[in-house]
């Protein structure tokens, strides 16, 4: 045991070493710098967690082993993950990337909790990985351009949601105890049958924490991009297929996302009260004729009942309250607003939308000191 | 978001109690060798706070977990209710035979406040098997992660 610790640990510093090097030798714009800092320091502490574990290893105490070999486990997990996680996005920094990182970089300083949290960009479809710094995926294609850059604002919930967990749990307790109630049998008999309904009621209930989390993350989208949250939303689901309105049952258990159309609800009403009416009834009116040519009975197996629609949204709007996400003002200069106005122009004239597009962007990075601004 | 997110910060959790827990053990172990320790006191301090914080957590959401196992527990993140009730099942199918698994997870936060050495070996004992069933759970997150070759 002896040994194979001491070749696995030695071997780690090196690999370890090697990744220090590789970052500092890296180039990045002053965004990723937070994130740049936080690799650096995250490598040195593993460093010498790896130190430690090599002078345990020298006491040649076996009654140690086990104990070191948990600890070299745990260095390398962690080296894997930033090996393949968190390095990539240092390693692939490319100059067309400062658009989203400069969407990032004003959200996480729209709020005093996220301002010192690192981020950076990898590709991958659309997601975030946090801990103590962020990961935003982003597919190519939308890595290029202006309109679904407004799906960062639901990624930016979920980090929201992270810092201010503990009340956000209890509120989501709220929703799946209200989801239990309407579920539980009007009367309980002592068979089978019985036992099969708790187990069922028990995995949708279940299933609802995360779905929760979701719409809460739709309903910060929608505060912070405005009408382009929707459309991007609604958009990027739209040629979907069936799935976007029914799920069979074995795939609503445990499934991380509600059905696009349970979201789609809760979007649409919130729109309303935000008073993007015009703009929901377009998108209501879009899905009704897709639901109409897929024939489509929206059945949801008791995951989703028009009585749940209340409880749920009063509570993700007390979610919001806790969380306070900057709110989208179109009478300010800010990426919300160029994505609000990228979406326009892509609704007026969707074959010109390119050459739209590239004004955009050139007048928006031309005009840093209107974003300096802001920042400050 | 998929649940990639919950692995990680699944995991984010259990290294931290899995580290402590190591802390804790290699320090008593050399303790009792009469060996000089690894880390600072306060590095022990902290350990010892790290597990008993989780246990009485553990605690919390196995008592409200064996009440009625037909029931969800609410407000936990998937994987966190996972454990609770992989550790249900192994308190009850006598899988390990340390004091964690047949008393309740918070006596042994009495345990980690004892500096008696008689009590050492229970220690260290419970807080092996507990991290057996950490590791179990880190390693599904882990290749939930990062996938096999």
Known sequence: MYTI?????????????????????????????????WLIRTLESMQSVIQN???????????????ILSDTELV?????????????????????????????HWLHN???KTINIPFAIADGSF?????????????????????????????????????????????????????????????????????????????IVTTWYRWALELYCDAVGLVIGGPAYLLAFSNYFQMGGRNEFFNNKEELAGSTHPVTSIRLKFLLSRARQLGYN?????????????????????????????????VIEGVISDMITQSFPIEYNNSSCSPAVLINQAWQKFYENPAGYPDAEKNLVHNFLNSSFQLSSILS | MDAKWFSLQSMKLNHSIIGAINTVCIHLKLMKANDQPLKSEDEIKEAIRTIKIWLT????????????????????????????????????????????????????????????????????????????????HNQSDFKNLLPDL
Do not use: C
Request: glycine share 2%.
């Open chain 1, 53 to 67: 574990n090599l002078k345990a290893i020298n006491k040649k105490n076996s009654n140690l082993y086990k104990d």
């Open chain 1, 110 to 112: 729209s709020n005093s």
């Open chain 1, 278 to 310: 015009e703009i929901s009834n377009q998108v209501e009116e879009e899905w009704n004729l897709l639901k109409t040519s897929y024939n489509v009975n929206e059945e949801y197996f008791g995951y989703y009942i028009e009585e749940y629609f209340e």
């Open chain 1, 5 to 37: 610790l001491l070749r696995h640990n030695t071997s780690m510093l090196q690999q370890v070493a090697l990744l220090m090097d590789t970052i500092h030798s890296k180039q990045v714009p002053e965004e990723l710098a937070l994130y740049k800092g």
């Open chain 1, 127 to 203: 997601g975030v990985y946090l801990n103590q710094r962020t990961l935003y995926y982003l597919p190519i294609v939308e890595q290029k351009g202006l309109l679904f850059l407004a799906l960062f604002f639901h990624e930016f919930g979920h980090v929201l949601f992270a810092i201010h967990r503990p009340e956000m749990e209890q509120l989501i307790a709220e929703i799946q105890l209200a989801i239990e109630e309407f579920l539980r049998p009007g009367f309980a008999h002592n068979d089978e049958k019985n036992e099969d309904e708790w187990r069922n009621n028990e995995i």
């Open chain 1, 76 to 104: 390398f997990h962690n080296l894997g993950l930033v090996n393949s996680l968190y390095v990539p996005p240092i390693h692939r920094s490319i100059s067309s990337d400062i658009i989203s990182l400069k969407l990032l």
């Open chain 2, 57 to 136: 957590e553990l605690d919390k959401f196995l008592i409200a977990y064996e009440q009625n196992t037909f029931q969800a527990i609410t407000g936990v993140n998937p994987r966190i209710q996972q454990f609770i009730k992989r550790f249900s099942s192994a308190k009850r199918k006598n899988e390990f035979r340390s004091k964690i698994f047949h008393d309740r997870p918070v006596e042994l936060t009495l345990l980690l406040s004892e500096d008696d050495p008689k009590y050492s070996d229970d220690l260290i004992n419970s807080l092996a098997d507990l991290r057996t069933l950490l590791e179990e």
